[in-house]
């Protein structure tokens, strides 16, 4: 069993900031990548940002792309996401999800999708309000 727990979430003004934590624990296992995503109410859940431990390297959605940051430490299996200059349209729940696939060259890609990624948290709200 793999335990995925995501913490920071809660009400900011717009134009403000807020850090998310997510740890993953539990029996062992060999994750690839760790991501972001979050879902707004009546919306398809939305890639945010994933941090690909080969290479330590991190992809954006577009609608984040130089707002949100994402950092972590592979050894610990943690995963923080930086939100800054925030916005109403960024209100939703966030989720941490753990990846065991190793995608190759181009193929990174596949963290953008969902589907990709094996272990979810429980998710935290996000609410982005004056």
């Known amino acids: 069993q793999v335990q995925v727990v995501e913490s920071g979430g809660g009400l900011v003004q717009p134009g403000g900031s807020l850090r998310l934590s997510c740890a993953a624990s539990?029996?062992?296992?060999?994750?690839?990548?760790m991501g972001w995503f979050r879902q707004a109410p009546g919306k398809e859940r939305e890639f945010v940002a994933v941090r690909r431990w080969s290479g330590s390297t991190s992809s954006y959605g577009d609608s984040v792309k130089g707002r949100f940051t994402i950092s972590g430490d592979n050894s610990q299996n943690t995963v923080y996401l930086q939100m800054n200059s925030l916005k109403p349209e960024d209100t939703a729940v966030y989720y941490c999800a753990v990846s065991t696939t190793r995608y190759l060259g181009a193929a990174y890609v596949g963290y953008f999708q969902p589907t990709s990624y094996d272990y979810w948290g429980q998710g935290t709200q996000v609410t982005v309000s004056s």
């Open positions: 539990g029996r062992t296992f060999s994750s690839a990548a």
